[in-house]
T-cell receptor, first 115, second 115 residues
Framework: DAMVIQNPRYQVTQFGKPVTLSCSQTLNHNVMYWYQQKSSQAPKLLFHYYDKDFNNEADTPDNFQSRRPNTSFCFLDIRSPGLGDAAMYLC??????????????FGQGTRLTVV | GENVEQHPSTLSVQEGDSAVIKCTYSDSASNYFPWYKQELGKRPQLIIDIRSNVGEKKDQRIAVTLNKTAKHFSLHITETQPEDSAVYFCAASADGNFGNEKLTFGTGTRLTIIP
């Protein structure tokens, strides 16, 4: 059973047209991450939530925003997508127990194409 | 913030031989070190992890060693098989506070097993 679900799997958007990617989890994990992965590169962390605490990476463009309305859902908003934002976007979750981080589970990813 | 370096970027190994991938990290607060395997077009999946209170962990053909003093850890795959061909990522995170719980990935190693 899928535990971290991303929708859609493939998204095509026009240059400059806002787009939202979604992630949901059934694991009740307290940490949710958004990563950007371009071809043949490592996943690059954009931001993460630890419960409701939002942590933005210093080099994440302002064009990228995130929302976590509840434990189960997290959204990635790209306000004005550029050609350079075409990538695979991976959502992941993990549980911090007693302060210690544990295995991160990844969704299948959303492949974003900007035309 | 944490910086994780990974070597080599590509590795070709004859089937049946061993493969070793090495990572170094910068943040002495990091205490959780997972390794992920990513097959082409698929999500990263955890293959083994280690915490800073142990120096070595083994799971069948896979082992990870950690040298906390030197801030490096390594993945060892023995008796390699064609299905081991994939991209491998190391990662590091610290305890859950002040955003240090985030999972930072290394740059990846493309492992090819030659039949």
């Amino acid at each position: 059973d899928a535990m971290v679900i991303q929708n859609p799997r493939y998204q095509v958007t026009q240059f400059g047209k806002p787009v939202t990617l979604s992630c949901s989890q059934t694991l009740n994990h307290n940490v949710m991450y958004w990563y950007q992965q371009k071809s043949s590169q490592a996943p690059k962390l954009l931001f993460h939530y630890y419960d409701k605490d939002f942590n933005n990476e210093a080099d994440t463009p302002d064009n990228f925003q995130s929302r976590r309305p509840n434990t189960s859902f997290c959204f990635l908003d790209i306000r004005s997508p550029g050609l350079g934002d075409a990538a695979m976007y991976l959502c992941a979750t993990s549980r911090i127990t007693g302060g210690a981080n544990t295995e991160a589970f990844f969704g299948q990813g959303t492949r974003l194409t900007v035309v | 913030g944490e910086n994780v370096e990974q070597h080599p970027s590509t590795l070709s190994v004859q089937e049946g031989d061993s493969a070793v991938i090495k990572c170094t990290y910068s943040d002495s607060a990091s205490n959780y070190f997972p390794w992920y395997k990513q097959e082409l077009g698929k999500r990263p999946q955890l293959i083994i992890d280690i915490r800073s209170n142990v120096g070595e962990k083994k799971d069948q053909r896979i082992a990870v060693t950690l040298n906390k003093t030197a801030k490096h850890f390594s993945l060892h795959i023995t008796e390699t098989q064609p299905e081991d061909s994939a991209v491998y990522f190391c990662a590091a995170s610290a305890d859950g506070n002040f955003g240090n719980e985030k999972l930072t990935f290394g740059t990846g190693t493309r492992l090819t097993i030659i039949p």
